[in-house]
T-cell receptor, first 109, second 114 residues
Framework: GQQVMQIPQYQHVQEGEDFTTYCNSS?????IQWYKQRPGGHPVFLIQ?????EVKKQKRLTFQFGEAKKNSSLHITATQTTDVGTYFC?????????FGDGTTLTVKP | DTEVTQTPKHLVMGMTNKKSLKCEQH?????MYWYKQKAKKPPELMFV???????INESVPSRFSPECPNSSLLNLHLHALQPEDSALYLC?????????????FGDGTRLSIL
């Protein structure tokens, strides 16, 4: 996999506020996967984006893949306390997955 | 609950011990993975097995020895580990090795080296 940079490293929000994490690569990605890891848990697959400019939604989560396939974002609308955890993007090529450093989200009730 | 089962959940061992981590999945997946994850860091790929054959070794020290006895099982044999090897070891599986397959992770084994 290629190196993917993820920002911000940490995000603290008040419950009900929105949250966005960004994933960037210097080279074109074949696809991008997003995972969520709750504190003390294991990564759980959320979604995969493959096509240029692709946008996918899962309830309050919106995932985007850039037109150049070099960046991706995950946006959560109206955060809830159940959204806490670390969100990772991952580039995967022929089984070799490289994870971004992750964005850790904390939500204050 | 996860469909990938890892045992043990916790392991404490001395630097001279030999132990094994076990991983099992019954989803019919033909690719299985070992990752190492340090606190507040992303998972780092160690090994990939595809159809029971070692496909990728990310230059992992020989004190870690993977084994895939059959399509459902993956082991990681440990010998003469160092304190810096203390970490969460995650097993994952996917339908195939290709990059467009989501990976299903186990709960991990939390390893401490004394």
């Amino acid at each position: 996999g290629q190196q993917v940079m993820q920002i911000p490293q940490y995000q603290h929000v008040q419950e009900g506020e929105d949250f966005t994490t960004y994933c960037n690569s210097s080279t074109t990605l074949s696809n991008i996967q997003w995972y969520k890891q709750r504190p003390g848990g294991h990564p759980v697959f959320l979604i995969q984006l493959v096509k240029s400019g692709e946008v996918k939604k899962q309830k309050r989560l919106t995932f985007q893949f850039g037109e150049a396939k070099k960046n991706s974002s995950l946006h959560i609308t109206a955060t809830q306390t159940t959204d806490v955890g670390t969100y990772f993007c991952a580039d995967s090529v022929a089984g070799k997955s490289t994870f971004g450093d992750g964005t850790t989200l904390t939500v204050k009730p | 609950d996860t469909e990938v089962t890892q045992t043990p959940k916790h392991l404490v061992m001395g630097m001279t011990n030999k132990k094994s981590l076990k991983c099992e999945q019954h989803m019919g997946h033909r690719a299985m993975y070992w990752y190492k994850q340090k606190a507040k860091k992303p998972p780092e790929l160690m090994f990939v097995y595809s159809y029971e054959k070692l496909s990728i070794n990310e230059s992992v020290p020989s004190r870690f020895s993977p084994e895939c006895p059959n399509s459902s099982l993956l082991n990681l044999h440990l010998h003469a580990l160092q304190p810096e090897d203390s970490a969460l070891y995650l097993c994952a599986s996917s339908h195939h090795k290709s990059g467009d397959q989501p990976q299903h992770f186990g709960d991990g084994t939390r390893l401490s080296i004394l």
